[in-house]
């Protein structure tokens, strides 16, 4: 079974997908921290995320590996890495880059070949998994997003005001939304879900009663 949980950043789609995965005992796949795996490998090659041919040999020659769903590039573990503001900031170029979609695309579906499993991104639903059991598209006002984030970068030490978070939220949405390629957005069939005044806790919920109530 796949269950599919695409949604903004900020949007709480990455903690829900994991307590879902966890709630119903399957493997969970964080797409995003696989365009975030390849952003850090183009910062690394130390060339332009803006040059397509360049940004695709990076994507070509990294050598990706997940293990215990951790994701490693050329075999050390990136996890912290791929959360800098340097790696987020270029993500959303990278992830537009086709030839860095197909390679991970490709990725993805051998993971869905594994059993069960949710996972989680922007285009799982309408291009990876389009015969996914569940899809959920899990979203939240920009303002509440933006919240949420700033909580969370603050809570690292960061020093980014609000209106700047919401601003780099806002730039992201607008290239993950209008690219040409598997752009963001809800699949026909996928099951809209606004959390934000939801706790995830509440969300959780919600998901897992749809899920065990339409499996039985
Ligand atoms: O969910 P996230 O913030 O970790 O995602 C990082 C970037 O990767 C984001 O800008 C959108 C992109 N992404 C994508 O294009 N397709 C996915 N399936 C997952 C993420």
Not at 32 to 54: F, N
Not at 57 to 77: F, I, P, W, Y
Not at 83 to 101: C, D, G, L, W
Not at 163 to 191: I, W
């Amino acid at each position: 079974m796949i269950i599919t949980i695409d949604g903004p950043a900020g949007s709480g789609k990455s903690t829900v997908a994991r307590l879902l995965a966890e709630r119903l005992g399957v493997r969970f796949l964080d797409t995003g921290a696989m365009y975030r795996t390849i952003a850090l490998a183009v910062l690394q090659a130390k060339i332009s995320e803006c040059d397509p041919a360049a940004v695709a040999a990076v994507a070509a020659d990294a050598k990706l590996e997940l293990r215990d769903g951790v994701m490693h590039l050329d075999g050390l573990n990136v996890a912290a890495k791929i959360r800098s503001p340097e790696v987020t900031a270029i993500s959303s170029i990278v992830a537009a880059n086709p030839a860095v979609r197909e390679r991970l695309v490709e990725l993805q579906r051998e993971v869905g070949t594994m059993g069960s499993l949710v996972t989680e991104g922007r285009d799982q639903g309408t291009v990876v998994f389009p015969a996914a059991k569940f899809k959920f598209f899990v979203t939240a006002t920009v303002d509440a997003r933006a919240r949420r984030r700033h909580r969370e970068l603050v809570a690292k030490g960061s020093t980014l005001t609000l209106d700047t978070v919401k601003t780099q939220l806002r730039q992201r949405d607008e290239r993950d939304e209008n690219r040409e390629h598997a752009p963001m957005k809800p699949a026909d069939d996928a099951t809209i879900v606004d959390t934000s005044a939801m706790s995830i806790a509440q969300v959780v919920e919600a998901l897992v009663a749809t899920v065990t109530h339409e499996a039985n």
